[in-house]
């Protein structure tokens, strides 16, 4: 257990719905990590926040948003899901930044199904 | 600016060893190693930064090479539990992320 805490696990929606995935940090850890792995492919960066600012975004799509919040969780929204949006989608978290030598853990990941 | 990873998969038997490459053609600051069951959350194995340190964990260790921008991670003995998909995650200076590797799949047998 990485400390790491996402909910909810698996989730089924239709085409062009809303869904939020949330994303608890471990204790202490100000940044967070959004990645989407579809079905046996890699981790695509999405979006990273420190402290509840954007520092980071990747190849994230326009109908996807997300937010850091004072109390540090984060969450991602999806909206006008397509059927290829199905995906795991993974929170991730930090103590500070990358460059000062820490690294990501990773929470068990939001199965999300489009249908 | 993902990584190039090395091989796609490997099949080894219990004991043998294996090595995976992982390649970048921009300059590294560091490389992470995590290794993926099926459906599961990637696990952080080690962390190599610039310098060309080697570490290791248990019979897995790993080395990172500056000059040509490439780590490799060692799979010494190996044994069942090793079976799994080992991503490479890199990072450059002041980048903010990690970018990973499209990952190995690792598939020890008895």
């Known amino acids: 257990d990485s400390g790491v805490t996402q909910t909810p696990k698996h989730l089924i929606t239709a085409t062009g719905q809303r869904v939020t995935l949330r994303c608890s940090p471990r204790s202490g850890d100000l940044s967070v990590y959004w990645y989407q792995q579809s079905l046996d492919q890699g981790l695509q960066f999405l979006i990273q926040y420190y402290n509840g600012e954007e520092r980071a975004k990747g190849n994230i799509l326009e109908r996807f948003s997300a937010q850091q919040f004072p109390d540090l969780h984060s969450e991602l929204n999806l909206s006008s899901l397509e059927l290829g949006d199905s995906a795991l989608y993974f929170c991730?978290?930090?103590?500070?930044?990358?460059?000062?030598?820490?690294?990501?853990?990773f929470g068990e990941g939001s199965w999300l199904t489009v249908v | 600016q993902q990584p190039v990873q090395s091989p796609q998969a490997v099949i080894l038997r219990e004991g043998e060893d294996a090595v995976i490459n992982c390649s970048s053609s921009?300059?590294?600051?560091?490389v992470h190693w995590y290794r993926q069951k099926h459906g599961e959350a990637p696990v952080f194995l080690m962390i190599?930064?610039?310098?060309?340190e080697q570490k290791g964990h248990d019979k897995i260790s790993a080395s990172f090479n500056e000059k040509k921008q490439q780590s490799s991670l060692y799979l010494t003995a190996s044994q069942l539990s090793y079976s799994g998909t080992y991503f490479c995650?890199?990072?450059?200076?002041?980048?903010?992320?990690?970018?990973f590797g499209a990952g190995t799949t690792v598939t020890v047998r008895a």
């Open positions: 991730a978290s930090s103590p500070g930044q990358l460059s000062s030598g820490n690294t990501i853990y």
């Open positions: 995650g890199t990072e450059f200076l002041n980048d903010y992320k990690l970018s």
């Open positions: 190599l930064l610039k310098g060309g």
């Open positions: 921009k300059a590294l600051y560091s």
